[in-house]
């Protein structure tokens, strides 16, 4: 009525606006209604079932699996498109297949058969699986497993294990096919991370690379042909769709999952329990919806996500002192952060750093249970009166963090402010040594150990990734030594003996360790599993194959 | 030309004030409670540094951007891998869609009822709108949103759960138009029940003040129907403020939608606005920000030329000034009263 009042008379700015208005809407729609890319155009599309039959669709043996997962954006799956943030990195290893795979008790072979060890660890000589296809048919051989590690040195994907290794022109000198499938790499020495570095790197087909020189702008549909068990079907970046089906020429384990989807998520645990999705991860204080109940199960995650406290050695001296580190080591309560802020779903960490689910965890180093007053007698020992710090901190959770942590140190007479920024902020002034001691949180607490040397051997201080300032000749030469140690369980020993050596010396703190929990329905899908390393079991490409 | 100059200074501190916020697009040190990251090496940073430019001084990434814009190209994003026009046109259609369906919903409702209360001044029923109204503006959009979304989509089960489609379904013509309004539907309802309180305010305020001006009794007096006199002499002369409102909060609605698209998991600017910022990706910030400031502009212009339609004062007023400037030869421009 509004509408009609003014039309009346001179009304065509109006109706200009209004038919402007309904077009951007109609458009909207419009654009909505068209179908999302198709990729792999020679894909015959296949009949999606709709939900409601999928969730019963167990019954017939010829109906496809089709197995819903949470979604979000997180990039083209190539292996240089995927975004460095989040699980986009696993999505791709849907597609890219490697020389080795990483399974639920370490590595296990993949695009590789068999590898020697040759001329005292300088050598790697891998013997190749015949008659891998990739997705358009052709066979994959040890010219793009060459081609593949050479590609790499010129343009760095998102995500290289041991980069600083696969990437060193003076460690790697030469990558050769020996025959069509076997691939020598001639290194300088040995190196314990060779292995998962050249095993772990993606192989890409050379027929379609070789013609490629901005991988980083390569959006073409051919990117994300692999020789991996599924193919790419689908995406959709505004929406954060995926779509994957399995390749029916793999060449390895069959697929049992025929086909996966990644759509949009709002609530997770609401669409869980709707049948939205088929796996979820739940809140501690949710648990109790689906615990004694047959029909969900439930799966810890191992803690390999975590928290650790940093301290700045060369900003202030005090703490080269190692008493004073040990004193704020007694002074955390760890338990009180795992129960207040980690509800209950996580470790507390490891004086030894390594977490405490992580395959060579060392249960002996020596621990600091909680003890203001222990903590107190040593500052008088020391004679460390008055003692102050400020702690940087990211947002939210941390915070609490921060404030906990800032109450119990209290406790012990450790004055602390706690000092607030966003995560890009802390992240940028940690580069650059700007901090006292900082608080940060991140994964991969279950990898290679080799992150023991890099984080606190002397010679490698880089604000980035290592500990300026903090010496110890031991954790030096047990940190040197381990890296050049290729037999499996020599190195083990070692690393157990590094971890002893760090709980001793206390370089930084490790708080605590997430775990979390797993839901899904086993009568829809059973086949989830951990990779040893990794706390996610939507990450892990065996789960959805037939292996075991 | 005025808006020209504006948005040139736009442009250069959507340039600017980017690279001004501490951080590096590729340092990725930690992470949210369980989020996977893939740390650059120090090797991989300088690598994508010098590759995408950010090694260069300032002044020269700034005229290469420039140069680029007048090329139509607003640049590749460094984190999500693709042209930033293209980014931003697939969220684009979506933000349009919600942005105006609400404004739309929020100034129906919000003129129904701020004119339903204007009418009934001080009566119980305006008592009790004004009362709801107010209250239900105070609640932030992401609780409303939440509300939502766990009665009539969790509980009740009418509408979908998250998305602005179904995906992966063979929809057709109507169907597939079906399937998206269905999906906007909680969405959209969520940004105009946020929106419809402001409007409500304004329109009841300022119709109640028309309603006291002297013109209305002389329309009355003139023995006018009732429903002329409320709808030709009243509302339209209460709109006035209301088209400049619009106009101003479009800015505020993209802010809306951010948390909305958030507990939707809505396909938009907003999310990707905020994920931009968190994650330092220059060029698709600059390229959203353009965007943005485009569309408030427009707005504004829209504004205008609505104000000329809806008030005759302000066309007199600016032929007026036109020969009042002709003659004396004065730099005087004319201008809208906003």
Known sequence: ?548 | MEYLVTFLVILTMNFFLPRLMPGDPFVHLSGEAGEEIAAFTREQREYFTVYYGLDRPLREQYFRYLAGLMRGNLGFSYYYKNDVAAIILGRLPWTLLMVTAATFLSLLLGILLGSFSAWRRDSWQDKVTYLFMVVFSEIPAFLLGSMLLIVFAGGLGLFPLAGAMTHFASYTGWEKIEDVLHHAALPVLTLSLARTGGIYLLVRNTLTTVLGKDYMRTARAKGLREQRIRYRHALRNALLPLVTRVALQLGGMVGGAVLVENVFAYPGLGRLMREAVFVRDYPLLQGIFLVLAFGVLAANLLADLLYRTLDPRTREGETYGKQKAAKTEQKERSHVPA
């Not at chain 1, 051989?141 to 010129?154: G, L, M, P, R």
């Not at chain 1, 977490?355 to 965890?361: A, C, E, K, L, Q």
């Not at chain 1, 940060?440 to 290592?466: C, E, I, K, M």
Request: charged share 25%; glycine share 8%; net charge negative.
């Open chain 1, 1 to 548: 009525m509004l509408v009609k009042g003014v039309k009346k008379k001179n009304c065509w700015h109006v109706a200009l606006v209004f038919a402007l208005f309904l077009s951007l809407l109609a458009g909207a729609a419009g654009c909505g209604g068209k179908p999302e890319p198709a990729l792999g155009a020679a894909v015959p599309a296949p009949a999606t079932p709709p939900p409601g039959e999928v969730a019963e669709g167990k019954a017939a043996p010829r109906e496809p699996l089709v197995i819903r997962l949470e979604g979000g954006d997180w990039g083209y799956c190539s292996p240089f498109t995927h975004y460095p943030r989040g699980p986009g990195i696993f999505k791709m290893q849907l597609i890219f297949d490697s020389l080795l795979e990483r399974g639920e008790d370490g590595y296990i072979p993949w695009l590789a058969e068999s590898w020697e060890v040759q001329n005292d660890g300088k050598t790697y000589l891998f013997n190749l699986r015949q008659g891998v296809k990739w997705h358009d048919s052709r066979e994959m051989t040890a010219d793009d497993v060459v081609f593949s590690i050479n590609y790499y040195q010129e343009h760095p994907p998102v995500s290289i294990f041991f980069g600083d290794v696969l990437r060193d022109p003076e460690y790697l000198l030469e990558v050769t096919a020996v025959s069509k499938y076997q691939v020598r790499f001639v290194t300088a020495g040995p190196n314990a991370t060779f292995l998962p570095a050249a095993g772990l790197a993606r192989i890409i087909p050379k027929h379609i690379w070789e013609h490629v020189d901005n991988p980083q702008e390569y959006l073409e549909a051919e990117a994300v042909m692999g020789c991996g068990p599924y193919r790419l079907t689908g995406y959709s970046k505004e929406h954060g769709t995926y779509r994957f089906e399995a390749f029916e020429a793999y060449w390895g384990p069959k697929p049992r999952v025929d086909i996966i989807e990644f759509v949009p998520v709002s609530d997770n645990v609401l669409a869980f329990e709707k049948g939205e999705i088929d796996l979820t991860e739940v809140p501690a204080d949710l648990l109790p919806r689906f615990q004694n109940n047959p029909e969900f199960a439930i799966k810890e995650n191992p803690g390999f996500w975590g928290y650790r406290l940093i301290f700045n050695y060369e900003r202030n001296k005090l703490f080269q002192n190692r008493e004073l580190r040990q004193a704020l080591a007694y002074a955390i309560n760890r338990q009180e952060l795992v129960e207040k802020i980690g509800r209950g779903a996580a470790i507390p960490g490891n004086p030894g750093i390594l977490s405490r689910h992580h395959v060579w965890y060392n249960p002996s180093v020596p621990e600091y249970a909680y003890d203001p007053e222990r903590a107190r007698q040593i500052l008088q020992q020391q004679r460390l009166a008055g003692l102050s710090f400020t702690l940087l901190v990211g947002q939210d959770r941390e915070v609490r963090i921060g404030e906990l942590l800032k109450e119990q140190l209290a406790r012990a007479g450790i004055q602390i402010q706690v000092e607030s920024v966003d995560m890009k902020s802390r992240d940028a002034r940690i580069r650059e040594g700007q901090y006292e001691i900082a608080l940060v949180g991140h994964g991969g607490w279950g990898g290679d150990p080799d992150y023991l040397r890099t984080r606190f051997a002397s010679g490698l201080s880089d604000w980035y990734s290592g500990t300026p300032g903090y010496h110890n000749s031991r954790v030096d030469e047990l940190a040197r030594r381990q890296i050049l140690e290729t037999d499996e369980n020599k190195r083990r020993a070692l690393i157990f003996q590094l971890q002893q050596e760090l709980a001793l010396d206390v370089p930084e703190i490790p708080l605590y360790n997430t775990t979390g929990y797993s839901v899904y329905r086993p009568a829809k899908y059973d086949g989830w599993m951990y990779m040893f390393d990794h706390h996610a079991l939507s990450h892990s490409k065996l789960s959805y194959l037939d292996w075991k």
